[in-house]
């Protein structure tokens, strides 16, 4: 097919005396392009068969080591992950799963290693960054763990932004307990509830959290929200009764802790401090409502209560070395213990007071000296931790 | 001559004339056409084409060596004890008689077959050799032998450019010529990494910068990798972790790693050097079993629990950088994979070392690392910088390639921040092994197989003579052109020599014989200058710093040669004659 075009151009090659210049070099130059271009075309058919192929073996290999991740059978996940990175060596997803397999064999340096990769390449990932966070939290790199954790809560989550977000929040808060910064945890909870929809387990999940971190207060409002949504909850009437009562208000922890109680029979807990409750409400004379007469016999108990515990603890302490103020607390017990009765407190209304106030003392003073009250004792001390400063 | 109007053009170097007129100012459509064709011309747009056919080659090799991996060993890397013994076996069988029957060419090193066809063969590599090799390399690499892409690579970019070259009849220089534009275009496909691969081939297989042949080996390594990269993606062959040096003090570390890196590039050379001639000395029979037996033994070593070892292992290079390994396992992997290659190698199975070099230098770098760092747990660099360093480590002490070994890094990192490690490393690693192995691995290769080839690393240390080493001191009678005829021979009158040197004005030097400036005495000439008279020949001068070699190009023709100061053509430090530089050369040699 060439020859004729190459004669021709011989020919005007002779006429003009160029022949070696337009029969050569311009004919194989032309010649090689066309080659190229052909081979150019054939590559490309191979290369889409090949890239074809390495796709297909790629998804095949994860789709397997997915599947065995799912069902936590993590090492032949790790060498499905690893043979699928052959097919796409920088597949995101791949080695975001393989990093999961390897941390569910709990090689996380070698997890660490991948996902540090990832992270270069999307700093935003959230998944990435609370892998991270988890392995420097394990770790024991606080600094490190708390940057990851900050940096996946602002971080683009794949599966919705909101969920993501809140759970790594939550993740967070609980890593800040553990680590027993209270104060820190306090303040990611506000900002976690502040976000919180209706969603009852939400609710009761923040209201635990902020229970550890000692925001009562808080935790007793994540409880209403969830009651609202589920009356009848049992873990929300304890966590609510429990709220109430480290609040002190002990009316309110009565009628959770009971409802608590008749919707989860199982719940020793509750019960235990429901108990505890109804001797607060029963032996706390400053409650309102409450007659003269019935106010005179709970501090006439009240008082013999500490004076009993006052002789039981130095007792115990027979031998050692007692408290500074132990002997003074026994005398002002002795000389009050003649006017307490029914007639002397109601002659003087200001004993009252005065009793009740040595009774705190020598509660507060035998829990120091003689550790955990017995439990008549130790409501006492709660009825005066609630009357402190009043 | 033009020496009185370019005073710098004095020694007449045919690559110091003036540039010559471009093609469009010239009006004939003869001469613009021999212009636009002329063959150094020509050349360029040829090495695109060898760039795009090399690309092409290389694209379709490596497809071949991961179908022959996928179907012989699995797609998977859990492989079946089964196949990784019979895999490496039977394609060791099927290349032990293909390479004997069909492609005897394809054994061997093709940065050797590459400079063989430049020094001895006047850039013929057949054909065949690139198809041959294509076979049996994809073949020996994808069943799992320890061996690596890039040398058959570079052979047949090498081996496409010399056919391009005979059918495009090119010159004998030219053709010398094209045999390492293939090659640099065929190993910078294979590598990724356009750089390395040219300073590779100038620094092993051509020797010499030139500016002749530099253009078109950029040309062609760049083409080829713009066809690579169009395929097969631009990602590097590694993913590369953060690097980074904190601290100055840091750098003891890296120097660690490259005595270690020198000591195992002397062992793994010391172990080719050692079992290459024995395993070829064997009888002929042995040859259809050597390549099956290595790639059983490199499959038992899979099996006991180092499948890493076989093939290129690039993915597992990629691993160790990401700190996938302990440094206890990097090191057995370095060793088994040192004892793979040499299995692989001097059985004549065909197929590079720059894979596996990479190989054990990442792992013996990540190696190295890992255990300074349970020692000196402060140390900054990761596991994958280790690795880095070490690979150019054993490209350094093992192919002997410092210059290439630190760019190649360089490219591959595209970090520069660690070039101070590399450059302390592989100092360390290239002066043990120079200094324990005195003669290269390619050399050794070619001294093997019974060529005398030059060494690329001998001709860079090699001493240059110079013309000031020749030269004798300036003679006391050294006329000037303005002087006249009888002024002169009263000058001369006492002197013994029979050639006189006559300083020219403005500038520039001739000689007279003594027998002529009497003549035009007695001829009446005497009150002429000596620079008006035609017999004066004027003569080319030398600088003390001209290589010697160049002298030669004028004392044949002229008895004497000035030998000048470059700062003032006028001023004569000495003078050289055919005798002084040969008693120059002949006391070079015996020296």
Redesign the interface.
Known sequence: MLSPLRNRFAAVGRR???RP??T???M??GL??VV?VV??LA??G??RI?HA??KS?GNR?SARGVTDLQQQRFEPAV??F??A???S??DYDYQFNLAEALIGLRRT??A???L??LW?RQPENGLVNLELARIAAQKGRTDQALRYYHNAIYATWPDGEEMGRRDARLELIEYLLRINAKTQAQSELIALAANLGDEFEQHLKVGNLFIQAHAYEDALAQYRLSLKLDRNNPAALAGAGLAAFKLGRYPLALRYLQGAVIADLHDTQSAELLKTTELVLRMDPFQRMISVAKRDRIVIDAFATAGERLKSCSAANVGTSPTTSQPGLSESWAKMKPHITEFGLRRDPDLVERAMELVFRIERETSVTCGVPPEKDAVLLLIAKLHEGS | MDQGRNPQAGTMLEEEQPARTLPFARTS??AF??A??REER?FL??SV?IG??SG?AV??FR?AI??CR?YLLG????LTPLRLVLAPALAGLVIAVLVIHVFPLARGSGVNQTKAALYIYDGYIPLRTAIGKFITAALAIGSGHSLGPEDPSLQIGASLASA?GR???LSRERMRLIAPVGAAAGLAAAFNAPISAVLFVIEEVIGRWTAGILGSVVLSAVSSVV?MRW?LGS?SLF?I??VQLERPSELIAYGVLGIVGGFASVAFASGIAALRPRCKAMPRWTQYVQPPLAGLLIGFIAILGAPQVMGAGY?YI?EAM???FTWQLLAILAGLKIIATLLSFVSGTPGGMFAPTLFIGAMLGAAVGGAEHVFLPHLSGSSGTYALVGMGVLFAGFLRAPMTSVFMVLEVSGNYSIILPVIVANTFAYVISRGLRPAAIFDVLTRQDGLDLPSMEEQREEDILRVEDAMRPAPISVLDGQETVDRAAQQTDGSQEDILLVRLNPSGWGSIKKHDLHKMLNEGKGRFSLSSLISIQRIPYLHPDHPLETALRYVDRWPLVPVVSRADFGKLEGIVSQRDVLERYRDFGEG
């Open positions: 003009l005396g160029l210049y337009l050569r070099e311009p194989m130059l090689l392009f190229a081979c150019f590559v490309s191979l290369s090949y192929q390495q073996l290999w060498n499905e690893r043979t990175l052959l097919y060596r920088d340096d070698q660490y290693a991948y540090v990769n270069d | 459509p003869k056409l021999h636009v064709f020509f747009v040829l084409f795009i056919f092409l694209v379709c497809f991961d179908w996928i797609s998977g890397v859990a391009l059918r495009m009849r066809v395929f990602e993913r972790p953060a993915e990629d990401h700190g996938q």
